[in-house]
């Protein structure tokens, strides 16, 4: 049998209400668009906060045309139907005009996998709003390369080898490999910036499969700025000989601080949730991750199991609604505010210029009043 693909392709095209989640028209729509497709073996559509989530898998591998077009064409009808609505922002993340050949590059986001299923095959698609590609690299590294999260790196034998960790820069547009456990701290001095080096995919050093993959892509630099939080998803394989399902959705019960919470300029607690909660409210946040499970079987999407819909995940929702408490409070100031660099848009150079002229030297000893009466 040939290797299936699995293709998460994900897109705001219009909010309901604001940036807070989507219409149910969209789904539909998008449901209609792909299930006229004979290109897939199987797919669903969800979302998380104002982005809708196309869950695909096809036996055509990663980067095909087609599969790209489909989602693209997907989105613009989608788009359609937002701006009939006036929904907020339709069309948001369709940046060109045209498709052209691959959906990478025109603002929508992608993960995707090959792989040959196994007699059984868990998959987890985690999909997150309100933050940045980046927001996987703490989880992933719990996951893959923590045994006080993973004890499968320990008492496995099949795990007891490691992981493999390919890294971008996403500036420099560079790729490096590192292994883990032995390069652990090479590794961490890069990931623990997730603003600019992430985790784009994991593989198992016992048999090179691949285990992981995000929608890890080059951010835009305009004006020498990085601009647009891509909201992300991520695909995780598990068990007999990764992480168990357990082990992988551990992490979030710790909801640890990412970028992107309102204006795409703050920092806030990730907070876990179920697909019907997965609507960024309180100052359009805080950021939201879901975590959808599938068995594949035979290419068709067995499932989704919603993990996150689960009491055993109160506590980590209660946690986050009290960072997101103590983080509130800090209003404008760093470091709930990002750093300068970091914001997706400032009024900081028409603040300067306007003020150009009341910058004097330290040093210069003026009057200590001037301009007071
Ligand atoms: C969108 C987001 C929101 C918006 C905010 C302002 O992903 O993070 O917080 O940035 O609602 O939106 P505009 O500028 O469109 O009014
Ligand atoms: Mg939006
Ligand atoms: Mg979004």
Known sequence: MSKVTLTVIKADVGGFVGHSSVHPKLLEKAKECLLRSDLLEDFHVTHVGDDINLIMTHYHGVD???????AWETFKNCTEVAKELKLYGAGQDLLKDAFSGNIKGLGPGVAEM??????????IVYMADKTEPGAWNFPLYKIFADPFNTI??????????????????????KRIFFDAPEELYDLLIFIGAPGRFCIKSIFSKNTGDIAATSSTQRLNIMAGRYVGKDDPVCIVRCQSGLPAVGEAVEPFANPHLVSGWMRGSHTGPLMPVSVDQSNPTRFDGPPRVVGLGFQLANGKLIGPQDFFADPSYDKAREMAND????????GPFEPHR???????YTTMPQVMA?????????NDQGEVAAGID
């Open 338 to 344: 990002l750093h300068l660099d970091e914001m997706e």
């Open 114 to 123: 090959e792989f040959e299923e196994r007699k059984s095959e868990p998959v």
């Open 64 to 70: 095909y045309e087609s599969v790209h077009q489909l």
């Open 323 to 330: 960072i997101a408490n103590y983080l509130r409070r800090l």
């Open 354 to 362: 306007k003020l150009k002229d009341r910058f004097v030297d330290i």
């Open 152 to 173: 499968g790196l320990v008492i496995d034998p099949k795990m007891h080898d490691g992981f493999r960790f390919e890294v971008h820069d996403l500036i420099e547009s």
